[in-house]
C-alpha cells in the first residue's frame, strides 16, 4: 500500500519495461546490434568505424586532426582511441605520424584505403539508420534534439523539458 502514488493510482515501483533508463538502455543495445550488423561486410567495428569517419570529416574540414583533437571530436576515451587507430594503422586504413609543431602529438590521416572503405561504411550505417528510426516517423528531429539534451549539450532546436 506503501508504494502507491496515489496521484495517479499507479504502482511506484514500474516494472523494467517501464523504466526509461532501461528502456533508452534497451534501444542503445539493439541500435548497436543493427549498426554490427551494417558495418559487417566492411570488417570495421563500431568505434573504429566512427573514428575513421570522424577523421574523414575533420580532414575533409581542413588539417587532419591529432589524435586529441579526434577523440574530443568524437568523444572517446584518448586511450582507447590511440589503441583504436593503431589497429586502423596496421590495416592501413589510417597513418600517423608527429605534428610539425609538437612532437608529442600524432596527427591521423586517412589513407586512400581507409577513404575507400569508410565511404560506402557511411552510407551502409545511414541506410541502417534510417530505417532503425523510421519508427519514430516525424519525430526523429526530436528525438535527436533530446538525446542531444541528455548529452548535456545544446540542441538544434528548443526542446521542451516537461509539462507544467
Sequence with gaps: ???EDTST???ARQP???NTGYLLWQAVNRWQRVQKQA???FNLTPVQFLLLSGARELGAAGEPPTQVVLARHCRTDPMM???VLRALEKDRLVSRHAHDGDGRAMVV???EAGQSAVAPAIEAVDAAEDEFF???GPNVSAFGDALTLLTGERPRHRVRAGRA
Excluded: I, K
Design 109 to 111: 590521416v586517412v589513407t
Design 39 to 41: 558495418l559487417a561486410p
Design 134 to 136: 523510421a519508427a519514430l
Design 16 to 18: 523494467a519495461a517501464r
Design 9 to 11: 493510482g499507479e504502482d
Design 1 to 3: 500500500m506503501g508504494d
Design 81 to 83: 582511441t590511440s589503441q
